[in-house]
């Protein structure tokens, strides 16, 4: 498998799962050069994270460093670039969208599950506090997954 130059998290306005995913993966990858950001499919004007995702991550000890909303561009995507997203739709859409992109995966299959992490935007705040849960547990088998993976080829 190839070694990531970068990670691309995705969801849909890139206000709440990416940016919170993108957060959590800062924290366990400090000392590789890996560059990982977040975007969105669906971003009309730029905007902030969403108050209850920083919240969120904020009572975990993490925290968005001025997070604006940008929209997936080709620019963004490089030749060892692993993109995951949210959702199965997300995924179809990067595929149509940029179709010589290689590494495109939803989170959950990536790490050998099923199914869409699903948006918690204009839920509450403990719905927001179920979605971190989630995302806390696929970037977590995320980050091993790449980094055993990387160690056991070189």
Known sequence: MNKYDSIIF????NTCRSPMAEAMYKNYETESDIKVISRGLVVLFSEPINPKAETVLTKHGLKPVNHVSKGLRKSDIQENSLILTMT???KKRIQELFPNTKEVYTIKEFVGEMGDVVDPYGGTL???EECYVELARLVKKT?????DT???NN
Request: aromatic content about 16%; overall charge negative.
């Open 10 to 13: 995705v969801c849909t306005g």
């Open 150 to 152: 990387s160690t056991s």
């Open 126 to 128: 403990v719905e927001y």
């Open 88 to 90: 199965e739709s997300h």
């Open 143 to 147: 980050f091993y997954k790449i980094h």
